[in-house]
């Protein structure tokens, strides 16, 4: 062998032994931060978000920085010592196809043993600091020709999927007071609507086919809320410390409020209605020549 061979023989040693020094092993890429370079990153889908939880939403403080969640609970039950109006079918139910053939009975006052369901209890605006933004979408369903949930509370920009479980043509009417915020024909078997509320407030849900249909969204700007269940009792969790007011609404009954203070545990707030309240002026004569 010539000197020219053993030379160009030496010469791509070295290239091949610079070329694997260079290309670390599937075990050390990303080790460094270095490694990836020309590496496309994957990203995470704009609006991506966790599954939607009761009473709570993803907290991030001004400035970027992460706002902890606090270990306070806001806990109670809401009394009812009044009588409670009877709650029937709508007569005009029998009027409406497939909403006649179910005998559901209306859910406006839903008072038992001496306690009342879907009360909304919430945090006032204003009251949490840092700023918090929703885990998922929230949704109301048109269902036996009634809404599902009647009341709840979603935050501000928080997406909500209106569905449309029946067989049968609903329209969806929602506004707050004389302002309409969107009012759309939603046919059986339709997709869901998408929508938002970039205002706080309480916006009252609607049909124009079905005129009993009525279901209240409150938009709120903190998660911290809770709806009471059949025994009156309302549970608000992950609450940080602080001094807040809290308000109860019903949609027949209107607002209470109470002062509370969280210091990291347990803290205890009961509310009580007794029925001679007057109509909140978001829902002014529901019951009016309904049954």
């Known amino acids: 062998m010539n000197v020219r061979s053993i030379a160009s ?32 990153p994957t990203a995470k889908p704009a609006g991506s978000t966790k599954p939607a939880s009761t009473g709570t939403g993803t907290a991030a403080a001004a400035g970027g920085d992460a706002a902890k969640y606090g270990k306070g609970v806001i806990k109670g039950t809401v009394t009812f010592t009044g009588e409670a109006p009877e709650m029937k079918v709508p007569k005009k139910r029998s009027e409406a196809e497939f909403c006649k053939d179910s005998e559901v009975k209306y859910n406006a006052v839903l008072a038992k043993d001496g306690k009342l369901q879907d009360v909304l209890v919430r945090i006032a605006d204003g009251q949490v600091k840092g700023e918090y933004e929703p885990e998922g979408s929230a949704t109301v369903n048109q269902k036996d020709c009634m809404y599902e949930p009647r009341i709840q509370a979603v935050m501000t920009e928080q997406e909500l999927l209106v569905k449309n479980s029946d067989p049968t043509l609903h329209n969806v009417n929602a506004g707050s007071g004389a302002t309409t915020l ?4 939603q046919p059986k078997g339709a997709p869901d609507l998408k929508k938002s509320f970039e205002e706080t407030g309480t916006y009252r849900f609607k049909c124009d086919v079905h005129s009993w249909m009525r279901g209240f969204v409150f938009a709120t700007d903190n998660p ?14 992950k609450v940080p410390d602080g001094k807040y007011k809290v308000i109860a609404w019903h949609s ?8 509370v203070e969280v210091k990291g545990g347990e803290v205890s707030v009961d509310f009580e209605y007794d029925g001679t309240e007057a109509e909140p002026a978001e829902n002014q004569g529901e019951l009016k020549d309904l049954f």
């Open 9 to 40: 023989i030496a010469v791509l040693s070295l290239a091949a032994t610079a070329f694997l020094t260079g290309c670390p092993s599937d075990g050390d890429k990303g080790s460094t931060g270095k490694s990836g370079a020309g590496k496309t």
């Open 182 to 185: 969107f009012n759309t024909a």
């Open 224 to 237: 911290f809320n809770g709806v009471s269940g059949e025994d009156g009792t309302f549970n608000i969790a």
């Open 252 to 259: 027949q009954y209107g607002a209470k409020e109470k002062e």
